[in-house]
Antibody, heavy 124, light 109 residues
Framework: QVQLLQWGAGLVKPSETLSLTCEVSGGSFTENFWNWIRQPPGKGLEWIGEISHTGVTTSNPSLRSRVTISVDTSKRHLSLRLRSLTAADTAVYYC??????????????????WGLGTTVTVSS | DIVMTQSPATLSVSPGEGVTLSCRASQSVSTNVAWYQQIPGRPPRVLIYDASTRASGIPARFSGSGSGTDFTLTISSLQSEDFAFYYCQQYQNWPPSYTFGQGTKLEIK
């Protein structure tokens, strides 16, 4: 059974960088893309980006200039860095399992496994 | 960018009744739509993908339909645990993109 454990700093100052890590336990790490999603307080969900075990990554165009998503396959970790933070980046950040890729084909059956979320507050 | 618009923002329904939630895409997304349920304080749970396929372990009272730009999630005979927020999501394979609707709150009447 796949489980996602995530951690990182919960309070970050404006203009600084958010850094979060998500560890995947159980199941396959190499057959899926892994995602970051965030949810500001009282608001809806926003997709941040995805990454494969080989490091192929795509991010939301609205965040692309500030986002770095990376992977460490040996540790089964994915990481998120978000630079130049403002109060608008205050949110719960989730990692989640996404589309499966086998051979040249991918299929999305929803973001079907989620971490519990990390609350990040941007404040001085 | 594809925008997903959900309606209504809030729906008040009595337990035991059925309900239909709507989601409209700003352009055709074929059947590349998923639905999620979120209880406050918890991560979302996928209910439906490919517009109408129930995810593993999801009760049969949840059903999805639609294609192109208009999609619905129907819950028959609401149970107490169904009162939550619901989000639709579109997904595109290339380039990969995922967009959520703003959500519908389903509350007890």
């Amino acid at each position: 059974q796949v489980q996602l454990l995530q951690w990182g700093a919960g309070l970050v100052k404006p203009s600084e960088t958010l850094s979060l890590t998500c560890e995947v336990s159980g199941g396959s790490f190499t057959e899926n893309f892994w995602n970051w999603i965030r949810q500001p307080p009282g608001k809806g969900l926003e997709w941040i980006g995805e990454i494969s075990h080989t490091g192929v990554t795509t991010s939301n165009p609205s965040l692309r200039s500030r986002v770095t998503i990376s992977v460490d396959t040996s540790k089964r970790h994915l990481s998120l860095r978000l630079r130049s933070l403002t109060a608008a980046d205050t949110a719960v950040y989730y990692c989640a399992r996404g589309r499966a890729q086998v051979g040249g084909f991918s299929h999305f059956s929803g973001l079907d496994v989620w971490g519990l979320g990390t609350t990040v507050t941007v404040s001085s | 960018d594809i925008v997903m618009t959900q309606s209504p923002a809030t729906l008040s329904v009595s337990p035991g009744e059925g309900v239909t939630l709507s989601c409209r895409a700003s352009q055709s997304v074929s059947t590349n739509v998923a639905w999620y349920q979120q209880i406050p304080g918890r991560p979302p749970r996928v209910l439906i993908y490919d517009a109408s396929t129930r995810a593993s372990g999801i009760p049969a009272r949840f059903s999805g339909s639609g294609s192109g730009t208009d999609f619905t999630l129907t819950i028959s005979s609401l149970q107490s645990e169904d009162f939550a927020f619901y989000y639709c999501q579109q997904y595109q394979n290339w380039p990969p993109s995922y967009t959520f609707g703003q959500g519908t709150k389903l509350e007890i009447k």
